[in-house]
């Protein structure tokens, strides 16, 4: 089979590997149709690591996917040849003392796709994953909406950790994939105004669409001006979203006493600050998003029943072997580029 995988800094080529085989009783063989490039892909592309995640080539990344069953394990009961399917990419152990109390996310001995020293990605013609992280996919759903679910998950745990949103004031600060799932699954939690920052317009204009009431471009205007000309006492809820120290200070000044931050972006500095009497006068709660716990499913469940859109997010699509020019395509910010979508053949 073809997988695509990173052979250097700034450099993905197409090899020829094995096609794997389904070896475990639990395990299903994925024939992949979709891939959706992520922004902590690129990273790895960009510089070889992410903390202490450092790349060893060749690897092939991707997490975000979608595809058809074509070979099921003797135990698989949740699955069948034929099926179309989202995946989460983590692997849980189930075993571990954060698994056993349900914070499988930071198993001990967690298995995540395309991530270094853990398992390969999915930008590959077919994957093997446990039948517990496939989720066959509703009729009314097709396979690249699948692949939005992975991003999309993520917007639903950060909404569920920041707690009740119902008529609250929130922000998103940085208007990408996450940014937008986040704000997607906030408002399907009820949240009131939503104000959205970015520096490229053509995401702002996307997050109007998609339901914010106010959006500023943090690169050239006055984002706190905007915000407290109409919220004047400032946001409930701040979800950082871009992994910038600008946004994170940002963040606290926008925030109401008693406000909360989500942070969500991975920064790319080893070392981030806080103004600590900024975050102590206004008493901020600051709560930590690592990926996403057992919201594949739910994320779904909002795709199917129309609760919201997230087609307009995929701004891009390119053929498996172009996966070079997606990567690059999102690396550059180039022509309105939102999510990318590898297409296979």
Same mark, same amino acid.
């Given at each position: 089979?073809?997988?695509?995988?990173?052979?250097?800094?700034?450099?993905?080529?197409?090899?020829?590997?094995?096609? $794997?085989?389904?070896?475990?009783?639990?395990?299903?063989?994925? !024939?992949?149709?979709?891939?959706?490039?992520?922004?902590? /892909?690129?990273?790895?592309?960009?510089?070889?690591?992410?903390?202490?995640?450092?790349?060893?080539?060749?690897?092939?990344?991707?997490?975000?996917?979608?595809?058809?069953?074509?070979?099921?394990?003797?135990?698989?009961?949740?699955? %069948?040849?034929?099926?179309?399917?989202?995946?989460?990419?983590?692997?849980?152990?189930?075993? *571990?003392?954060?698994?056993?109390?349900?914070?499988?996310?930071?198993?001990?001995?967690?298995?995540?796709?395309?991530? @270094?020293?853990?398992? &390969?990605?999915?930008?590959?013609?077919?994957?093997?994953?446990?039948?517990?992280?496939?989720? $066959?996919?509703?009729? =009314?759903?097709?396979?690249?909406?699948?692949? #939005?679910? &992975?991003?999309?998950?993520?917007?639903?745990?950060?909404?569920?950790?920041?707690?009740?949103?119902?008529? %609250?004031? +929130?922000?998103?600060?940085?208007?990408? @994939? +996450?940014?937008?799932?986040?704000?997607?699954?906030? %408002?399907?939690?009820?949240?009131?105004?939503?104000?959205?920052?970015?520096?490229?317009?053509?995401? #702002?204009?996307?997050?109007?669409?998609?339901?914010?009431? #106010?959006?500023?471009?943090? &690169?050239?205007? =006055?984002?706190?001006?905007?915000?407290?000309?109409?919220?004047?006492?400032?946001?409930?809820?701040?979800?950082? *979203?871009?992994?910038?120290?600008?946004?994170? /200070?940002?963040?606290?000044?926008?925030?109401?006493?008693?406000?909360?931050?989500?942070?969500?972006?991975? @920064?790319?500095?080893?070392?981030?600050?806080?103004?600590?009497?900024?975050?102590?006068?206004?008493? +901020?709660?600051?709560?930590?998003?690592?990926?996403?716990?057992?919201?594949?499913?739910?994320?779904? /469940?909002?795709?199917?029943?129309?609760?919201?859109?997230?087609?307009?997010?995929?701004?891009?699509?390119? @053929?498996?072997? !172009?996966?070079?020019?997606?990567?690059?395509?999102?690396?550059?910010?180039?022509?309105?580029?939102? %999510?990318?979508?590898? &297409?296979?053949?």
């Amino acid at each position: 089979m073809k997988a695509m995988v990173l052979t250097g800094i700034d450099q993905i080529e197409p090899v020829d590997r094995p096609t $794997p085989v389904v070896q475990n009783p639990q395990d299903v063989l994925i !024939r992949m149709t979709h891939v959706g490039v992520c922004g902590s /892909d690129v990273h790895y592309l960009e510089t070889g690591r992410i903390g202490e995640k450092v790349v060893e080539y060749p690897f092939a990344v991707g997490h975000e996917g979608a595809g058809v069953v074509e070979a099921t394990g003797e135990k698989v009961t949740s699955t %069948k040849k034929g099926d179309r399917i989202a995946f989460d990419p983590a692997m849980p152990c189930y075993t *571990c003392d954060q698994c056993s109390v349900g914070r499988y996310h930071t198993c001990r001995n967690l298995r995540f796709l395309g991530c @270094p020293g853990q398992a &390969e990605g999915c930008l590959a013609e077919y994957i093997v994953m446990p039948q517990t992280s496939c989720f $066959p996919l509703p009729a =009314n759903l097709t396979l690249e909406q699948g692949a #939005l679910a &992975e991003p999309l998950s993520v917007g639903v745990y950060a909404a569920t950790l920041a707690g009740d949103l119902k008529d %609250k004031d +929130i922000g998103i600060l940085g208007s990408g @994939p +996450i940014g937008l799932s986040v704000l997607a699954a906030a %408002k399907a939690s009820g949240a009131g105004f939503a104000c959205v920052t970015d520096k490229i317009d053509s995401r #702002l204009r996307l997050s109007s669409r998609m339901g914010a009431e #106010l959006t500023a471009n943090a &690169e050239t205007g =006055n984002v706190s001006d905007a915000l407290f000309r109409e919220k004047h006492l400032g946001l409930d809820t701040v979800f950082e *979203c871009c992994g910038e120290q600008d946004a994170l /200070d940002q963040a606290v000044e926008l925030l109401k006493p008693g406000g909360t931050l989500v942070i969500i972006g991975i @920064p790319r500095a080893d070392r981030i600050s806080f103004n600590p009497s900024h975050m102590r006068q206004k008493e +901020i709660r600051v709560q930590n998003v690592r990926r996403q716990l057992d919201c594949v499913q739910p994320a779904l /469940d909002l795709l199917s029943t129309s609760r919201l859109d997230l087609d307009p997010m995929v701004t891009h699509r390119f @053929p498996f072997d !172009r996966t070079a020019d997606a990567f690059a395509l999102v690396a550059g910010y180039s022509d309105g580029v939102v %999510k990318a979508m590898v &297409e296979f053949p």
